[in-house]
């Protein structure tokens, strides 16, 4: 009967902590989430540039200048 009881103790305080460490995963892939822009800056101040792009704050504010980087703006396809 005691063997029983200590293991039901045991695996609701396991039960707790995978919860815990669940939650915490979630907390942190939230946070991942949220920032998905790096801040960079130039001579003019601080931009938000994504994180999955190469490119840094200048080339943000030229698309904010200029129309550049459209779809009709490729490479010709080769013949």
Do not use: W
């Not at 293991?7 to 949220?34: D, E």
Request: aromatic share 8%; net charge positive.
């Amino acid at each position: 009967m005691y063997r029983c009881l200590s293991s039901l103790r045991r695996a609701a305080h396991y039960r707790k902590q995978l919860s815990a460490l669940a939650l915490q995963s979630l907390t942190v892939k939230r946070g991942r989430m949220a920032s998905s822009y790096r801040i960079e800056s130039d001579t003019f101040g601080e931009l938000k540039v994504p994180n999955d792009k190469y490119y840094g704050a200048q080339t943000v504010r030229s698309t904010m200048n200029f129309k550049i980087g459209d779809v009709t703006e490729r490479m010709p396809v080769r013949m």
